[in-house]
């Protein structure tokens, strides 16, 4: 039987595990520029328990500059997430473009709070990116999903026949069929 754990103390899931290599090692990074590569697909999103996308093939290009007190990252994504369209239920690609960028500081204790600011503890050697390719990805995702071939017409699907059948007809009474009672009311705004 193990020890309890000290108050406070936070374990790593399975799946978290599973995210390490989404630490970024800086310490022994020389000044400058470096690149971190990485692919996303939705193994990614179910060790989140994130399931509104049936599939995902993402490339993440981190570009971290490394200076004396502080360093940028700057992260880029490109790629398409598998997503059912809100009217007609069909999975389809949507393509995704995002990019973040986030300042690292160091400072007493660690502090993620602001969006654009990463304070990390002084004698940190890495910080992990999961989180922030994960929100920033979800949030890329555009809130009304519709297909591309509801848009250009292409789309033939039973739903959207069911749609095209049951939406409202035009009003087919003439402009002169006017209820006689709104005539006189009419007058007296053109009659000024």
Same mark, same amino acid.
């Given at each position: 039987m193990h020890p309890p754990l000290p108050a406070g103390t936070q374990t790593l899931s399975v799946e978290m595990m599973k995210l390490k290599e989404y630490f970024i090692p800086f310490s022994g990074l020389k000044l400058g520029e470096h690149k971190f590569v990485y692919d996303i697909d939705n193994a990614f999103f179910e060790s989140f328990d994130y399931q509104e996308f049936n599939g995902a093939s993402v490339r993440i290009d981190a570009i971290l500059e490394k200076m004396s007190t502080m360093m940028e990252l700057q992260i880029n994504a490109k790629g398409t997430i598998n997503v059912d369209?809100?009217?007609?239920?069909?999975?389809?690609?949507q393509p995704i473009d995002s990019n973040l960028k986030l300042v690292v500081k160091f400072?007493?204790?660690?502090?993620?709070?602001?969006?654009?600011?990463?304070? #990390?503890? *002084?004698?940190?050697?890495?910080?992990? #990116?999961?989180?922030? #390719?994960?929100?920033?990805l979800v949030l890329a995702a +555009?809130?009304?999903?519709? *297909?591309?071939?509801?848009?250009?017409?292409?789309?033939?699907s039973d739903i959207l026949d069911k749609?095209?059948?049951?939406q409202p007809k035009e009003n087919t009474k003439s402009i002169e069929e006017t209820? +006689?009672?709104w005539d006189d009311l009419k007058k007296l705004l053109t009659d000024k």
């Open positions: 369209c809100d009217l007609t239920g069909e999975s389809f690609d400072g007493d204790e660690y502090n993620d709070e602001n969006d654009e600011i990463l304070i #990390i503890p *002084h004698g940190e050697h890495q910080f992990n #990116i999961a989180q922030y #390719i994960y929100e920033m +555009p809130r009304k999903r519709v *297909h591309p071939g509801v848009e250009d017409g292409t789309l033939q749609l095209e059948e049951l209820d +006689p009672r």
